[in-house]
C-alpha cells in the first residue's frame, strides 16, 4: 500500500538533546512538507523540499534542520536550539502541480507526538 | 502574501442538520487551490475536498460541498446530514502556483455533532 510513514509515534525528549523524526513515503511524490501543530492551533510549515537535495524553509524553521538525501525520506531534527519543542510533527508528500494547477492534495503521515522531560 | 483564515474556533451542530464552516483567503496569485482537511482525535490528516480557482462550479463530495465565492475570496465547506463521526477539527488550506508549491493551513475549526 502507498504512503507516509512516520516513526516514532511518539518520542521523548531531554532537555538539550538533538532528537530525529523520520519520514518515508513510497508515492513517488516530488514535494515533501513538515508541519509543526501546537494544541488548539493550526499547521505550520517548518521545511518543505521540491527535489533531491534542495529544501527551503519555512515560517518556523529556526531549531529544526532537514536533510533530503533521498526522494523517499525526508527526515527532521529537532535541535537543542528549539526552546519549545513540545508539539506534535505532520510530514506530508505531494506531487508538484501540473499545468501550473495547484490541484493536487497532500498527503499525510499518521504524526509523531514530541514530549520534553 | 498567502493567508488563510478561520474565524470560528469552535461550531456545534444538531445531528442530521447541516453546517457550515468558514474559510476566506488571500492570494495575489490568479491560479490557486483549496482543500479541505478533518483531523479526528487520533491526529491523522483526511483529505476532503478541493476547489480550483479556476474552476466555475463549486465543489462536491458526497455529504461535503465547497461553497466558493472567489470574488470575496471564500471557501466555506458545507457538511449536510451531519453524522457523530464528523465531530473533529477541520482544516481549510491553500496552495498557489507562485512556485513556491507549499500549503498553507488556517488555524482550524473544532465541530462538535451532537445526538
Known amino acids: 500500500d502507498g504512503g507516509i510513514t512516520q516513526s516514532p509515534k511518539y518520542l521523548f525528549r531531554k532537555e538539550g538533546q538533538n532528537v530525529t523524526l523520520s519520514c518515508e513515503q513510497n508515492?513517488?511524490?516530488?514535494?515533501m512538507y513538515w508541519y509543526r501543530q501546537d494544541p488548539g492551533q493550526g499547521l505550520r510549515l517548518i521545511y518543505y523540499s521540491q527535489i533531491v537535495n534542495d529544501f527551503q524553509k519555512g515560517d518556523i524553521a529556526e531549531g529544526y534542520s532537514v536533510s533530503r538525501e533521498k526522494k523517499e525520506s525526508f527526515p527532521l531534527t529537532v535541535t537543542s536550539a528549539q526552546k519549545n519543542p513540545t508539539a506534535f510533527y505532520l510530514c506530508?508528500?505531494?506531487?508538484?502541480?501540473?499545468?501550473?494547477?495547484?490541484?493536487?492534495?497532500?498527503?499525510f503521515g499518521q504524526g509523531t507526538r514530541l514530549t520534553v522531560v | 502574501a498567502q493567508k488563510i483564515t478561520q474565524t470560528q474556533p469552535g461550531m456545534f451542530v444538531q445531528e442530521k442538520e447541516a453546517v457550515t464552516l468558514d474559510c476566506t483567503y488571500d492570494t495575489s496569485d490568479p491560479s490557486y487551490g483549496l482543500f479541505w482537511y478533518k483531523q479526528p482525535s487520533s491526529g491523522e490528516m483526511i483529505f476532503l475536498i478541493y476547489?480550483?480557482?479556476?474552476?466555475?462550479q463549486n465543489a462536491t463530495e458526497g455529504r461535503y460541498s465547497l461553497n466558493f465565492q472567489k470574488a470575496r475570496k471564500s471557501a466555506n465547506l458545507v457538511i449536510s446530514a451531519s453524522q457523530l463521526g464528523d465531530s473533529a477539527m477541520y482544516f481549510c488550506?491553500?496552495?498557489?502556483?507562485?512556485?513556491?508549491?507549499?500549503?498553507?493551513f488556517g488555524t482550524g475549526t473544532r465541530l462538535k455533532v451532537l445526538a
Open positions: 488550506a491553500m496552495r498557489d502556483a507562485s512556485g513556491t508549491y507549499k500549503y498553507i
Open positions: 508515492l513517488n511524490h516530488d514535494a
Open positions: 506530508a508528500s505531494s506531487t508538484i502541480m501540473s499545468g501550473r494547477r495547484p490541484n493536487t492534495e497532500a498527503f
Open positions: 476547489q480550483g480557482s479556476y474552476d466555475q
